[in-house]
């Protein structure tokens, strides 16, 4: 019996699985990972390369060309996802405790998210069945129009290291929903839950070679997935800088891409807000998940008559947040999950400081343990340009900026290159619904943040993505559609 409450004492594991089996990576080699949390070696996966990217497209397409998943009507795909959904839940505690291993998390909030994978996976079994086509009965009594979907086919699937569990969830089941099969990649930092994913698909019953995962480094394995003919459609999470790199890799061989990139996204925080509520909310938007996500509330607009007032409330509720050892259950945030981020978090801070903003709280590393945690930080009197307010930093760093007016506060929101969320926070209901209708982004929260659930579909404006995960709209993605006329009757001659 595991004890969750501990890092383990010996390192899992893992092989790659290719063709519904556990396979070594031709390469022999293996890529360790260490908890960032406690700086010990916790988990083990295949150094992957192309030749393996090879095998595992080649095992996704002859799933798809003989139709061993497609074929099986919306019932059946559902059935699976189903038994997926339950084996998930039976896993939760073992799941949860190797996402917070190899990310650093708090593990109450993995299990949280386990848990919301399961829904996940259940509201999609409901999508396999629902979705169809449209069809004409207008075109005359000689002519019927239908419009039907058919699944895109092999899907490669690159993942970041924020959410490996959870941001699987958003699309794995929607793409097996469609028909579709995948080479999936996650990030090297986070692959554990992946490959426990693959090995519960094969339990519910999914044919091998539908789901296949391969590990290793993204210049290597995930360029080998955006670069092969072979691959129809590459639905990519991660930074806007890779994101780049998928483009320019379509531009070669035209696959279709569905992109989720970053964000800095704004919380509006008007003098007809519940102050209270509001800063409850922007607290946790910008520490949840140690400010990794990609829709953490990164930016705070405030009404200036209250900006003091605001400042002070936020203050006091980012020094109650209990930041410690993740395997710890009264943890709210743990630890920065790469070297690479963490320094990326303590350089903001820094250069933040060095063009003289104001440091309201926080802004230093916190020693506990051997492993590397950040205080929640909150900046003011930002100068104009500052990288704090146009960067995504990626971590629990936050800059209020006041504003005078409505017009300015939606001036001052669409200042970015990026348009994945934004939070209003206002009791009055023509300035919030307004405020939502003008802000641009893909996801707007009005009096909440980060609220979600599989119904509603997730995506990016402007250079934050292009397509949609979730609801309805995230199967969709991974259809084509296809029109059909059919005549009846006696055709009129063409040729006399
Ligand atoms: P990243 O872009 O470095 O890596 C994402 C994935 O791409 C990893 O699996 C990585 O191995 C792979 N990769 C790296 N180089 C590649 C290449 N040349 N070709 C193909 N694949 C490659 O991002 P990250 O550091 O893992 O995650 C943080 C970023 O992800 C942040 O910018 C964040 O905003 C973004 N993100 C966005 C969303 C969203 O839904 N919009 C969700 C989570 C994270």
């Not at 669409?414 to 939502?436: E, P, R």
Request: hydrophobic share 45%; charged share 20%; aromatic share 8%.
């Amino acid at each position: 019996m595991t004890d969750y409450s501990r890092p383990p004492s010996q390192i899992r594991a893992f092989d790659c699985f290719i063709d519904g089996a556990w396979q070594k990576a031709q390469s022999g080699e293996t890529v360790t990972r260490y908890s960032p949390a406690h700086a010990r070696a916790v988990s083990e996966v295949q150094r992957c390369g192309t030749a393996d990217v090879e095998r595992a497209v080649q095992a996704a397409r002859r799933a798809f060309d003989h139709r061993r998943w497609s074929a099986r009507s919306g019932a059946e795909r559902a059935e699976i996802l189903l038994k997926a959904a339950a084996l998930i839940r039976e896993r939760r505690d073992e799941i949860a405790y190797y996402e917070t291993l190899e990310n650093g998390k708090a593990m109450a909030q993995a299990r949280g998210e386990v848990e919301g994978a399961a829904n996940i996976y259940e509201y999609a079994a409901g999508a396999a069945r629902a979705l169809h086509g449209d069809s004409f009965n207008n075109l005359g009594d000689k002519m019927l129009g239908l419009v039907t979907r058919e699944p895109i086919g092999v899907v490669g699937l690159i993942t970041p290291w924020n959410f490996p569990f959870f941001i699987l969830a958003e699309r794995v089941p929607f793409i097996l929903a469609a028909g579709c099969t995948i080479v999936c990649k996650p990030s090297e930092f986070t692959s554990a839950t992946s490959l426990m994913m693959a090995e519960i698909l094969a339990e519910a019953g999914l044919p091998d070679g539908v789901f296949n995962v391969v590990t290793g480094e993204g210049s290597t394995v995930g360029q080998a997935i955006l670069d092969h003919p072979q691959v129809d459609m590459v639905s990519f999470t991660g930074s806007t800088a890779v994101g780049r790199r998928c483009v320019s890799a379509a531009a070669g061989n035209f696959k279709k891409l569905g992109l989720e990139l970053g964000g800095k996204n704004p919380h509006i925080v008007f003098a007809s807000a519940d102050l209270e509520a509001a800063a409850d909310g922007v607290a946790f938007a910008m520490a949840f998940n140690s400010g990794q996500c990609c829709v953490s509330g990164s930016r705070l607009l405030v009404e200036r008559s209250v900006a003091a007032t605001f400042e002070a409330m936020v203050a006091a509720k980012l020094a109650r947040i209990r930041v410690g050892d993740p395997l710890d259950l009264d943890t709210q945030v743990g630890a920065i999950t790469t070297h690479a981020q963490n320094q990326q978090i303590l350089a903001a801070i820094e250069a933040g400081q060095a063009e003289g903003a104001r440091l309201v709280c926080g802004g230093k590393p916190l020693q506990i343990g051997q492993g590397a945690f950040v205080e929640p930080t909150l900046f003011a009197d930002v100068a104009a340009g500052s990288a704090l307010l146009r960067d995504e930093i990626f971590g629990p760093v936050l800059a209020v900026q006041p504003f005078d007016d409505f017009e300015e506060a939606v001036a001052i929101a669409n200042d970015t290159v990026y348009g994945l969320a934004a939070s209003i926070w206002s009791k009055d209901i023509d300035t919030a619904v307004q405020m939502g209708r003008r802000v641009q982004a893909g996801r707007v929260w009005v009096n909440c943040t980060l609220a979600g659930g599989p119904e509603l579909p997730i995506g990016g404006f402007k250079q934050s993505g292009w397509g949609r995960e979730t609801g309805i709209y995230g199967v969709e993605e991974y259809t084509q559609i296809k029109s059909m006329h059919i005549e009846f009757g006696a055709r009129v001659p063409w040729v006399g």
